[in-house]
T-cell receptor, first 119, second 115 residues
Framework: GAGVSQTPSNKVTEKGKYVELRCDPISGHTALYWYRQSLGQGPEFLIYFQGTGAADDSGLPNDRFFAVRPEGSVSTLKIQRTERGDSAVYLC?????????????????FGPGTRLTVL | AQKITQTQPGMFVQEKEAVTLDCTYDTSDQSYGLFWYKQPSSGEMIFLIYQGSYDEQNATEGRYSLNFQKARKSANLVISASQLGDSAMYFCAMSTTGANSKLTFGKGITLSVRP
């Protein structure tokens, strides 16, 4: 079956521009996550969707970053007034919701990422 | 807050030999999950193995096993019979209970397998 897909695979933009990054999760996965991976680092959590709503956006670095998931499937990460420090690989992951409040086996399936370069 | 520490510099292993990649973690939660992911140069994150904090047996998945030592808060990945295709970045990660099972990742370890 199809995995998580992300478009575009690469995005080059100029400082100050607006960008949108798209994520198409695995069908049936209710949970969707965005992570940012800077060069030489592990992924860092940005935002988590449970269905259509953002259940946790505590990882968004500032109010230039916003994400939506209007129909509970595809999600778009939006970055306004891009800065050079926003350059990174943006990873999307999806999973089933935890089966209970004590369930920690949250295997997340990752997309190939979008490499964002801000000049 | 959760923290994952991976401090090994780049690791090298001879093909067909075993290698251990270190991971220590810190959390105040009683229930948590530990994961290892592989990231080849192509960039995708590939799930390898999972260990729950209450699991008494160490997890195994094919050539991968997780050496879980709860008292020492370590979750080392052991790869047996290394193959050239194992050359990649390896990330240790942790999840916790609750509605949001976001993963907290370490910085990763680069593994190079020599023929």
């Amino acid at each position: 079956g199809a995995g998580v897909s992300q478009t575009p695979s690469n995005k080059v933009t100029e400082k100050g521009k607006y960008v949108e990054l798209r994520c198409d999760p695995i069908s049936g996965h209710t949970a969707l996550y965005w992570y940012r991976q800077s060069l030489g680092q592990g992924p860092e959590f940005l935002i988590y969707f449970q269905g259509t709503g953002a259940a946790d956006d505590s990882g968004l670095p500032n109010d230039r970053f916003f994400a939506v998931r209007p129909e509970g499937s595809v999600s778009t990460l939006k970055i306004q007034r891009t800065e050079r420090g926003d350059s990174a690989v943006y990873l999307c992951a999806s999973s089933y919701l935890p089966t209970s409040s004590t369930d920690v086996n949250n295997e997340q399936f990752f997309g190939p990422g979008t490499r964002l370069t801000v000049l | 807050a959760q923290k994952i520490t991976q401090t090994q510099p780049g690791m090298f292993v001879q093909e067909k030999e075993a290698v251990t990649l270190d991971c220590t973690y810190d959390t105040s939660d009683q229930s948590y999950g530990l994961f290892w992911y592989k990231q080849p140069s192509s960039g995708e994150m590939i799930f390898l193995i999972y260990q729950g904090s209450y699991d008494e047996q160490n997890a195994t998945e094919g050539r991968y096993s997780l050496n879980f030592q709860k008292a020492r808060k370590s979750a080392n990945l052991v790869i047996s019979a290394s193959q050239l295709g194992d050359s990649a970045m390896y990330f240790c990660a942790m999840s916790t209970t609750g509605a949001n099972s976001k993963l907290t990742f370490g910085k990763g370890i680069t593994l190079s397998v020599r023929p």
